[in-house]
T-cell receptor, first 113, second 114 residues
Framework: ETGVTQSPTHLIKTRGQQVTLRCSSQSGHNTVSWYQQALGQGPQFIFQ???????GRGNFPPRFSGLQFPNYSSELNVNALELDDSALYLC????????????FGPGTRLTVT | AQKVTQAQTEISVVEKEDVTLDCVYE???????LFWYKQPPSGELVFLIRRNSFDEQNEISGRYSWNFQKSTSSFNFTITASQVVDSAVYFC???????????FGTGTRLKVLA
């Protein structure tokens, strides 16, 4: 296990609603990245947080937003949910300096109906 | 533009066979990192290996080996004497220096049959 935890495990929401997903990074890691993985696809980079600030963003609209807290845990917020937002959301933690590998959590499966 | 291509969508092998998963990447950077991850049915991505662009040495770890060839922009992964527990989706990923984001391929589903 990587030590990266995510909650909740599964979530069902209705189109138009808002959702918050949570991630606790591995001990000692100061950087958190979020990815969206649609069924049968590879993960797509949403954004990354370092020292509580967004540090890089992928091709996702502003209704995808995030936070990082002083303990390096993080939240992903999605507003105005759409059916296409149904996916596995993965959080990954890493050290900003040094080795570049990211360690992933088990993910949150979001279903939008 | 950065891109990772895993042309093999699904591979089925019988236990104890060797299998190679292909990965071809595109990048304009001279410094970059390549990764392989395993995703079992539970969904968690498991880190297998990291290779930087200046290190073309092949690597072997138990039944796993990786062949990195910059000349063909490939970073292939071989499992020797496959086992049922190797059944999973395998992803190749690229990270350019300084970006800290991964570009993933679409993955290869490996099925190892008993």
């Amino acid at each position: 296990e990587t030590g990266v935890t995510q909650s909740p495990t599964h979530l069902i929401k209705t189109r138009g609603q808002q959702v918050t997903l949570r991630c606790s990074s591995q001990s000692g890691h100061n950087t958190v990245s979020w990815y969206q993985q649609a069924l049968g696809q590879g993960p797509q980079f949403i954004f990354q947080y370092y020292r509580e600030e967004e540090n890089g963003r992928g091709n996702f609209p502003p209704r995808f937003s995030g936070l990082q807290f002083p303990n390096y845990s993080s939240e992903l917020n999605v507003n105005a949910l759409e059916l296409d937002d149904s996916a596995l959301y993965l959080c990954a933690s890493s050290l900003r300096q040094g080795k570049n590998e990211q360690y992933f959590g088990p993910g949150t499966r979001l279903t939008v109906t | 533009a950065q891109k990772v291509t895993q042309a093999q969508t699904e591979i089925s092998v019988v236990e104890k066979e060797d299998v190679t998963l292909d990965c071809v990447y595109e990048t304009r950077d001279t410094t970059y990192y390549l990764f392989w991850y395993k995703q079992p049915p539970s969904g968690e991505l498991v880190f297998l290996i990291r290779r930087n662009s200046f290190d073309e040495q092949n690597e072997i770890s138990g039944r796993y080996s990786w062949n990195f060839q910059k000349s063909t922009s490939s970073f292939n992964f071989t499992i020797t004497a496959s086992q049922v527990v190797d059944s999973a989706v395998y992803f190749c990923a690229l990270s350019e220096d300084g970006t800290y984001k991964y570009i993933f391929g679409t993955g290869t589903r490996l099925k190892v049959l008993a």
